[in-house]
């Protein structure tokens, strides 16, 4: 089972995630469990590329696909922003009170406690982050 | 997303509908641009459905605003899901939760009412209870007891268990680079609000006590087995006994867990507690040899059989500690509770009799203790992560033992978890 997804850079395209994920997750028998997982790594990463990514607005910024094969989900974010691996980034230190935290880094955290593997690649021009999740039985 | 504040009782509630994601997240700034925080705030997230990164920064841009007004600040009805991604990103114990608008009222309104607390008085002696959180408590379990007890352990069953700083729990462990550094030495340990400490079963008797400064992935307990109080605690209870009659731990427990009965409805049968204890009588145990395969018995039977006993645990006969202060992880279970609720092979993961814990028959505790002397007076708060790194930072650290239930107890300040639930411990690093 795959889909994909376009995303121009607009923070309002965001919205697009949720019925984007939950048609992938009936059409793929995808747990809601599983289902809240990959709706926030596909969020916190679409909004990395919005963000920070460089794209002029209104421009297509990124492209997800989604497959789940053999109980694996394997989530693709491909962008056309500027060369950035997330993956090189020091995780945030949580354990710092509300004062003391810095803003950002959470994210990729996020993505990194929610996937098994994350793999980076500059390919043809564009960054190519590929995560998966083994989902729950 | 929909932002609607209203009043309740001099508490200012903003209901926060919709999804606080990356959009919602920019949107809801928008809402909150201008506003004073100099007053008590309850974010009501009834009707939040999503959160991420984004939306937690917003929260936190909120509780800085409102710690930097002198306002004290509180989330309600945080559904699951976003109660998950809250404790992702480690603010679950530092934002305080409530079940619903009306008690996260009640709590920051500070009022006569919740300042007194409710007062209970029991044969072992009073209890003053107040709400500080109503999170669903669960225990997480790694390992099983049995393989410590049966003398199972092999280098398979061992885990790495990464600590954190809000964390609570109690094992069999070791720290240690390589296997044949930390397997031969494995022995009680317990986890306090970022302060690790464990007694190698090295021969020398001497626990070894650490604070990690980060949740990074650098200090990694290698356990056996290991069960951790997750969630955050819902009461902060202040225990006093009678005048010259200390009460048993024991008793304290057979004493929470009967007010239990008559005042929670999500009472299980089963409590995680975190307690800082004024110590009478110490009465400690703790395992003496490494308790792997290779180590077992010649006669096959359980270390704690009475034929092995003595050679695998040292355990106090006389009290010791007198006048020091405890900070205690620990959990129990009522055996005269309906404990149907509860996965009933996890519960007997965490739980075993201990033969020294004389007199036990309805209930079981399993509690690791860290006796410090020359602690400061209790500190008024009502949040023990704060409690405990204050008895951490300025008392005299003394010993860490397994402890036994017939210890007493002049007074103490307990953190309870309502446990609803026993899981797997499936926390990798």
């Not at chain 2, 201008?34 to 959160?51: K, R």
């Not at chain 2, 200090?219 to 200390?246: D, H, K, Y």
């Amino acid at each position: 089972m795959k889909m994909s997804a376009d995303f121009l850079s607009d923070r309002a395209e965001l919205t697009k995630i949720e019925p984007f994920t939950a048609d992938f997750a009936a059409a793929a028998g995808v747990p809601d469990k599983d289902l809240f997982a990959l709706q926030i790594v596909v969020e916190e990463l679409v909004t990395n590329v919005i963000d920070y990514g460089g794209v002029p607005a209104g421009q297509p910024a990124a492209r997800v696909e989604l497959e789940v094969a053999d109980g694996v989900l394997t989530m693709v974010i491909t962008d056309s922003g500027r060369e950035y691996n997330p993956l090189l980034r020091e995780d945030p230190d949580v354990t710092l009170s509300a004062e003391d935290r810095p803003i950002g880094g959470l994210g990729v955290h996020f993505c990194k406690k929610l996937t098994e593997t994350q793999s980076y690649a500059r390919t043809a021009g564009k960054n190519v982050l590929t995560l998966t999740r083994k989902l729950s039985a | 997303m929909k932002l609607e504040v209203s009043e309740r009782d001099g508490v200012r509630v903003a209901a926060l509908a919709g999804r606080l994601d990356g959009f919602g997240a920019k949107e809801a700034e928008k809402l909150v641009a201008g506003a004073e925080f100099d007053s008590p705030l309850v974010l009501d997230c009834t009707e939040l459905t999503y959160l991420s990164s984004a939306g937690v920064r917003f929260l936190l841009t909120v509780q800085k605003a409102t710690s930097a007004g002198g306002a004290a600040f509180a989330l309600s009805a945080l559904q699951p899901f976003c109660a998950s991604v809250l404790e992702m990103s480690g603010l679950s114990g530092m934002i305080p939760v409530y079940a619903s608008p009306a008690e996260a009222v009640r709590a920051l309104q500070g009022g006569s009412g919740a300042a007194e607390g409710e007062r209970h008085e029991t044969a072992a002696g009073g209890f003053v209870f107040h709400t500080v959180g109503s999170t669903a408590g669960t225990i997480d379990i790694l390992g099983d007891i049995a393989n410590v007890i049966e003398c199972a352990i092999t280098p398979e069953l061992v885990a790495g268990k990464p600590f954190f700083e809000t964390e609570y729990s109690l094992g069999l462990g070791a720290l240690g680079g390589a296997p044949e550094d930390y397997l031969p030495v494995m022995g009680e340990a317990v986890m306090l609000a970022g302060t690790m400490v464990w007694l190698p079963t090295d021969g020398n008797d001497t626990p070894d006590y650490m604070i990690p400064r980060k949740a990074s992935t650098s200090v990694v307990l290698q356990t056996g087995f290991n069960a951790s109080i997750r969630g955050g605690f819902n009461e902060f209870v202040e225990f006093t006994a009678a005048p010259g009659c200390p009460a048993s731990v024991r008793e304290i427990y057979r004493a929470l867990f009967d007010l239990a009965k008559l005042r929670r409805t999500d009472y299980r049968g089963v409590l995680g507690l975190a307690m800082r204890a004024e110590i009478c009588g110490a009465f400690g145990a703790g395992i003496t040899k490494s308790p792997l395969l290779v180590n077992r018995p010649a006669n096959g039977k359980m270390i704690t059989d009475g034929s092995n006993y003595d050679a695998w645990f040292e355990s106090d006969k006389t009290p010791r500690h007198q006048g020091s202060t405890a900070l205690i992880c620990g959990a129990g279970e009522d055996l005269t509770a309906d404990l149907s609720a509860i996965d009933q092979d996890r519960l007997r993961r965490m739980f075993y009799l201990n033969p020294a814990n004389k007199g036990a028959q309805h209930e079981v505790l399993h509690n690791h203790a860290v006796f410090f002397g020359n602690a400061p007076p209790p500190g008024g708060t009502r949040d023990m992560d704060v409690e405990m790194r204050r008895v951490v930072d300025q008392g005299e650290f003394l010993d860490m033992r397994h402890l036994l239930d017939q210890t007493t107890v002049a007074s103490a300040l307990i953190a309870v978890s309502y446990v609803q639930e026993v899981r797997e411990d499936t926390r990798e690093d």
